[in-house]
DNA sequence: GATGGACGATAACAATTGTTAATTAATTAT
DNA sequence: ATAATTAATTAACAATTGTTATCGTCCATC
């Protein structure tokens, strides 16, 4: 989607000069938080190299629910829509590099842009879908299907994803998901 | 929903006319399948009266994850839209009247209002939205939890849904949700 | 009124997961 | 490099849930 949007604003060279400097790159560590709970987002991101994660704390411990990599669009959406607080925190798990737009930012290129505008709500409305998807796995399997749902669906995930990251998404303990890793 | 849509058509006697015989009214029995799993859906319901479930089936068993009461549109959203089998079936809990409207017919009649356009948009983005919320209270909360958060929430459905469909919307089994009843 | 089916409660046992704690391995910081 | 921190594994025990089966109640139908 970021590819996209630059090569449409690259496209029309008085845009490409008015829109430039919007789109900011920035590197950051492991473990930066983007977003905070609770916070009010005025950003989004594309990450274009590492990897981010959305979780929210529950009785003291974090709970990871979302994993983005390269080339995807990531935003607290309910927040940045809507300017509410964010009911989660974005943090990196790997040194990431990242184009963040801001939000007053990006909707002047909305407006500019009306194929892009399109693109964004359908970005909105899958990751939706994806909600969807990820509540009806809940619901029909155990943590042990899902695992090997993971391995089968995002084994990419098993490798770069440390292995508590990975419980939490599951929705079990770390020790819970070692002693499945460990039964077969 | 099906008011407003009723009134808007009703306000143009013009479309009153052509649109009025798109609305069929029907009554089901209680337990009366209104969309197979696998189907593709060809119609969007409002209920009049009465309760319906979404459900699938899973290891021979059937697994609930939504309920819908008066007033609420019902579709298999995805299916309806895209022409793709239904992930789920839509029963009725309770003997049940509804409005039914086929797809094309539904269409048109959005075609012609573009308010009810916006109007199931915004229905499909609150659904999605729901999703969503449901996935997070999965996550979050354990099944006693989730109980309670469901006589909070929704009075209603422990009141008017029998218990087995509410202990497989909770995730657990009728003996599990019966335990956690008669523990406290 | 009798019969059968659906629904809910309960019991006994198995399987799974959570919790706490100790140990080892791996990673990060200095 | 070394120390400090963080992550993963394992064990022992508690708590919860699933499974199978039995029993009683309510309701519809014959």
Redesign the interface.
């Known amino acids: 989607m970021i590819d996209k949007l630059i090569n449409t604003i690259k496209d029309d060279k008085d845009k490409w000069n008015q829109f430039q400097h919007i789109l900011i790159e920035k590197n950051i560590a492991s473990k930066t938080v983007l977003l905070h709970e609770g916070e009010i987002s005025n950003n989004i991101f594309f990450i274009k190299s590492g990897c981010l994660r959305e979780w ?1 704390n ?1 009785d003291g411990k974090d ?1 990871t ?1 979302q994993f983005f990599f390269e080339g995807q669009p990531v935003a607290s959406i ?1 927040s940045f829509i809507n300017r509410e607080p964010s ?1 989660f925190a974005i943090e990196s798990i790997e040194p990431t590099t990242i184009i963040t737009i801001e939000k007053a930012d990006f909707e002047n290129l909305l407006i500019s842009f009306p194929e892009l505008k399109m693109e964004f709500q359908n970005f909105i ?1 899958q990751r ?2 994806n ?2 998807q ?3 796995s ?3 399997n155990s943590p042990k299907e899902r695992y090997e749902e993971l391995i089968k669906n995002h084994p990419e995930f098993i490798k770069r994803i440390p292995q508590h990251y990975i419980a939490s998404f599951l ?1 079990i303990t770390p020790i819970s998901l070692s002693r499945i890793r460990n039964r077969k």
Chains 1, 2 share one sequence.
Do not use: T
Request: charged share 30%; proline share 0%.
């Open positions: 929210f529950k709970i629910f309910d009911l409305f939706f879908r909600y969807g990820l509540f009806l809940r619901i029909k929705g």
